[in-house]
């Protein structure tokens, strides 16, 4: 083998190298990005909410009038919102 080709297959491998770790710089800045939790829809007067552990259901009076969206907290959980029948 020559001097020549001696030199050149370590340049060869180099540049694989190199290759390779730009494909995964690629791969890893190509990810998804993250997804945002849906909004909490505002609470309602007549909005009915249910407990999913001792069954509690409540019904909206009047609202806080809070700028976050608030959870009704029964026994120590936020309460689910109870599909309204149309």
Known sequence: M???AQNHE???????MAMK???T??????KAPAKK??????TKVG??????VCGLAVTVDEVCGC??????ICC???????????
Do not use: F, N, T
């Open 47 to 52: 909005d009915a909410y249910v407990c999913g």
């Open 25 to 30: 710089k690629k791969a890893i800045s190509k």
């Open 2 to 4: 020559s001097l020549r």
């Open 37 to 42: 939790a849906p909004a909490k829809a505002a």
């Open 67 to 72: 700028a976050d969206a608030c959870d009704i």
């Open 76 to 86: 120590e959980k936020p309460m689910r919102r109870k599909r309204s029948k149309k």
């Open 10 to 16: 370590p340049r060869k491998e180099e540049e694989k």
């Open 21 to 23: 770790k730009a494909a």
